[in-house]
């Protein structure tokens, strides 16, 4: 996957369209992404103790990883990623500024 944990993304499709936050986790195998503030989806939980309600929380829930594009920490633009490989070191590369992401 192109996209990691603690980078910046930005929706390029989707309900929240054009928002931008930062990779929580990814789920590799079902190719998808939680992104921090984005696609929140409202979950019932169920009281823990009698006499206390339950209630409805608020979490991020995954997208899959086509609908978004990761933003360069260096120029802060959306960009595609090519690799560099020097010394059996795969590094990411951003196309627009040519600089190491």
Do not use: F, W
């Not at 409805?56 to 595609?80: G, Y």
């Amino acid at each position: 996957m192109r996209i990691k944990k603690d980078d910046k993304v930005k929706l390029i499709a989707g309900k929240d369209l054009g928002k931008e936050g930062k990779v929580l986790y990814t789920l590799r195998k079902e190719r998808k992404i939680v992104v921090e503030g984005i696609n929140i989806v409202k979950k019932h939980t169920r009281s823990k103790k009698e006499g206390t309600k339950g209630q409805r929380v608020e979490i991020p829930a995954p997208i899959d990883i086509s609908n978004v594009i990761l933003v360069c920490p260096q120029c802060s633009k959306p960009t595609k990623i090519e690799y560099n490989i020097i010394d059996n070191n795969k590094n990411r590369i951003c196309k627009k500024c040519k600089k190491e992401i």
